[in-house]
């Protein structure tokens, strides 16, 4: 067999030279929107690699970016990387103190920034010891005292649109992103030629999300989290059009943006969707006509949204699983089921992805019954999961067990059809009396009652039991809350007694993390040192 390395090269070329007319779309801050081709992008990414070698950047150089989903982002997948450099999709969303650590962390020369996001740049710029150059990505710089800064598109000006791209070894580093995780600080998982091209050429299987050339691709989850869960270089491989909602996530303008633009695929977290369905339950005359299905990730995904979408607007949510360090498919329910397999349950996780091996482990490293009772920690390994942290400033421990798996801190079960159940994550356990209780699985039948628009579950401490669930929740009407009594009989209809919270506290809005979860590091952190009976600094009880 011939051998040949497989590169994001060979993705942009094949957009480029199959693709150059298909369309990529993107929404303006303004409303308006950006339109161009795969031709127009590859152009323009050529004149973004002479550009980086006129700044002097190192050819194995990390070049990090501050930015939204858009055409200048999308040239951002490609340029540094096609020309052997590596791309660190900043997380904006993250604490100043982190902001400012993961870009030393990562040693980034020169930072692409959104002008929306300069104020935030500016406030950490002085612990940048990194970074030599800013580039604001714009038609002209603003006022900011970053120094030195030009323009993207004066940057990109008087380059060649054409470009020797080098021949490059496919286990070179191309991008890199830094967890997002609720506990500890963010941790940078690098990743390769070959891990990122394998993972498009699967995203493009039957049994995945099967991006097409027919269809029309967005990614609402942001572009810094793990390479956009992989649609900005599906679609491109695949030539489907592409639609990038800038700062247009709210119900309304995505909902219009969706059906507008004919989008047939979006991909987001759980609360992306739950806001848009009930926009669309308010909003009758808004509709989902061109949408097929809806990708969801990050985290587990209620059976009462899905029933919404699939009765309402005739739309397939299609659940997945994955991590920073899977980069990061690595379970997703089928849109068909095999024959005989019946309808696939689409409130799990789905089954491991073409090129991921996934077990069930107990505290001994033995692999749990497939019953779909038995729990265990899940674990993965595969051509594109991480074999360890990158860090240039400290030590960080391997993910790994002694024979190579990913430890991912993901509590599942799993059945004898290999669909994998994510009960919760080790550190959100409720250890009630030395039994188990998932918190995950209590937010989703919370989410479930009318009444109910969010629910999140974190445990506090009990004299008697150690540990006790505590139920934070968003009522859809907040002047008329459910009460305890109607909350607690609807537990009770798929829980046993012992399960319930102890105590339910409603709030305007539960905090998110930087990706969109719950976040429970810091619900946790509100009532530590309480009980579930009792909480003097909160207000709010049902």
């Known amino acids: 067999m011939l051998e040949s390395d497989f590169t994001l090269t060979d993705v942009l070329d094949r957009a480029d030279s199959l693709f150059a ?9 303004d409303g308006s929107r950006h339109r161009y081709t795969y031709g127009d992008a590859a152009d323009r990414i050529a004149r973004l690699a002479g550009a980086l070698d006129d700044l002097g950047v190192s050819s194995d150089a990390r070049v990090g970016t501050l930015a939204r989903n858009h055409h200048r982002h999308f040239e951002l997948y490609f340029a540094p990387a096609c020309a052997g450099r590596s791309l660190h999709m900043g997380n904006v969303r993250l604490p100043a103190a982190d902001l400012a650590a993961t870009i030393r962390d990562a040693g980034d020369e020169v930072l692409f920034v959104d002008p929306a996001f300069l104020e935030r740049v500016e406030a950490v710029a002085d612990d940048l010891d990194t970074v030599e150059q800013y580039v604001v990505l714009a038609e002209s710089v603003p006022e900011t005292t970053l120094d030195p800064v030009v323009a993207y598109e004066d940057l990109l000006a008087g380059q060649s649109p054409t470009y020797d791209w080098p021949t490059l070894d496919e286990e070179r580093e191309c991008g890199l992103c830094y967890t997002t995780g609720t506990t500890g600080r963010p941790k940078g998982v690098t990743y390769t030629h070959r891990a990122l091209a394998l993972h498009t050429m699967m995203n493009g299987h039957v049994d995945t999300y099967a991006i097409g050339a027919r269809d029309t691709v967005c990614p609402v989850v942001p572009m810094f989290h793990v390479n956009a869960w992989g649609f900005p270089y599906a679609a491109a491989f695949a030539g489907a059009d592409l639609v990038l909602p800038g700062a247009q996530t709210d119900p309304e303008p995505l909902a219009d943006l969706l059906a507008g633009e004919g989008v047939t695929v979006a991909a ?31 985290a587990s995904v209620p059976a009462s949204l899905i029933r919404t979408y699939d009765d309402a607007h005739d739309v397939t949510v299609q659940q997945g699983w994955g991590m920073t360090e899977t980069s990061p498919l690595g379970l997703l329910t089928p849109l068909d089921p095999e024959p005989g397999d019946g309808t696939p349950p689409r409130t799990t996780e789905g089954r491991p992805v073409p090129g991921i091996s996934a077990r069930v482990v107990d505290d001994d490293g033995e692999r749990v019954a497939r019953d779909g009772e038995a729990m265990g920690e899940l674990q993965v390994r595969g051509p594109w999961v991480t074999d360890g942290y990158a860090s240039r400033t400290r030590e960080v421990e391997s993910p790994l067990t002694d024979d190579g798996w990913l430890r991912t801190g993901d509590v599942a079960t ?27 699985e209590l937010e989703d039948e919370l989410m479930a009652h009318a009444g109910v628009a969010e629910a999140a579950i974190v445990p506090v401490a009990d004299e008697t039991w150690g540990e006790r669930p505590l139920a934070v929740v968003v009522p859809r009407d907040g002047d008329d809350p459910p009460g305890t009594d109607a909350l607690d009989a609807h537990l009770r209809e798929s829980f046993p007694s012992w399960w319930l919270p102890d105590r339910y506290v409603v709030r305007e809005s539960i905090p998110l993390t ?21 909480d003097d600094a909160s207000e709010g009880d049902v």
């Open 21 to 29: 007319d298909r369309e990529i779309v993107s929404a303006r801050p």
């Open 268 to 298: 987001g977290v759980p609360t992306v969707w739950r806001r848009l369905a009930a926009h669309l339950d308010e909003t009758p005359a808004a509709d989902l006509d061109p949408v097929e299905r809806l990708v969801v990730g990050g």
């Open 414 to 440: 799993w059945n004898a059809d290999g669909y994998v159940d994510v009960v919760d994550r080790t550190d959100d356990l409720i250890n009630s009396g030395g039994e188990w209780i998932s918190s995950i």
């Open 514 to 534: 930087t990706t969109g979860k719950f976040d429970k590091r810091a619900l946790r952190e509100r009532f530590e040192g309480t009980d579930a009976g009792g």
